[in-house]
């Protein structure tokens, strides 16, 4: 049961200093379940991230959905308590925006349009792009792309998708969702 409390305490904090939304969260929930506590691998993790971005709702709720149920399934609890870890890792990760947003929605209201606010809001912009960054580099890791020398034609093909989805989202503005699809239908066909 003591997994439960770690879930618990591991996303509120998560929840609590994760701004930029649910991207932005993403490298602290792969620092924390994958390094930290060990709940799952690298692989498991960007899993995890595929389907987070493939199933309705923010990203950020899905993965710590995804977490809690992958960390106290392979703990051995079983399905039926791995569904309970999902919802406890679910409740801690939203429950600091909703006490925040419930105290601070008055205040903010009030004061928003003064110097200190404006300020704080301008040093927070820097850091939501640094975490998105972060969230980005951490998932360009060998269980990924693999490497030239492991295996020369995963890399290669992994890469070029990678820079055909930039491209095409960035500059072509394709769909994400057709862009998700090609890419699957890729990965299925060459790797």
């Known amino acids: ?19 930029g939304g649910g991207y932005g969260m993403l490298s602290l929930i792969q620092t924390e379940v994958v390094h930290h506590w060990h709940w799952m691998t690298t692989s498991e993790f960007t899993d995890i991230v595929a389907v987070s971005q ?3 709702g923010p990203i ?3 993965s710590a959905t995804y977490c ?17 870890g999902s919802a406890v890792a679910t409740f801690a990760l939203v429950l ?17 349009h003064t110097n200190m606010v ?12 640094g975490m998105l960054g972060a ?6 890791t060998p269980e ?6 492991e295996n020369e034609w995963q890399f290669w093909i992994s890469v070029s998708l990678f820079v055909f989805t930039f491209v095409g989202t960035m500059w072509m503005h394709i769909h994400p969702i057709r862009m998700i699809a090609c890419c699957a239908l890729a990965g299925w066909l060459l790797l």
Not at 120 to 129: D, E
């Open 68 to 84: 809690g149920y992958t960390a106290v399934y392979h703990a051995g609890m079983g399905e039926t308590l791995a569904v309970v």
């Open 144 to 149: 990924n792309f693999s490497t030239p020398t």
């Open 96 to 112: 600091p925006s909703l006490i925040l947003m419930m105290i601070i929605s008055k205040l903010f209201l009030k004061y928003m």
């Open 54 to 56: 493939m199933t309705p």
């Open 1 to 19: 049961m003591m997994i439960f409390l770690q879930l618990f305490y591991t996303f509120f904090l998560i929840g609590l200093f994760g701004f």
């Open 135 to 140: 969230a980005t580099l951490l998932l360009l």
């Open 60 to 62: 950020g709720i899905n």
């Open 118 to 129: 404006q300020s704080v809001f301008s040093g927070l912009r820097p850091a939501v792009v």
